[in-house]
Nanobody, 123 residues
């Protein structure tokens, strides 16, 4: 059973940066795509960024493209989300997930989920 653990969330001012980490254990990620999702109060969970573990190919939601960067460290079995120029609308709980369906933006396609980490950007 794969376990995903997110960390790195916190409170930063608008324009600041955070780097989220997601450490996977209990299995190899070579057959997976990894994704970051977020859910703000009163809103549906939305796709943020994804990466194909085997190739490093990445894709992003329009709302974060150019500000966020997803990457992975193969040796550490870790996925990162570097978030720059943060905005109040980025405030949400951020979740790491793993999917065997490469390139998907659909949350229901993901097989494993982390517990989430809170990101707060005051107005």
């Amino acid at each position: 059973q794969m376990q995903l653990v997110e960390s790195g969330g916190g409170l930063v001012q608008a324009g600041g940066s955070l780097r989220l980490s997601c450490v996977a254990s209990g299995g190899t990620l070579s057959d997976f795509a990894m994704g970051w999702f977020r859910q703000a109060p009163g809103k549906e969970r939305e796709f943020v960024a994804g990466i194909i573990w085997r190739t490093g190919g990445a894709w992003y939601a329009d709302s974060v493209r150019g500000r966020f960067t997803i990457s992975r460290d193969i040796a550490k079995n870790t996925v990162y989300l570097q978030m720059n120029n943060l905005k109040p609308e980025d405030t949400a709980v951020y979740y790491c997930a793993a999917s065997r369906d490469w390139g998907t933006r659909t949350s229901t396609s993901y097989d494993y989920w982390g517990q989430g980490t809170q990101v707060t950007i005051p107005s």
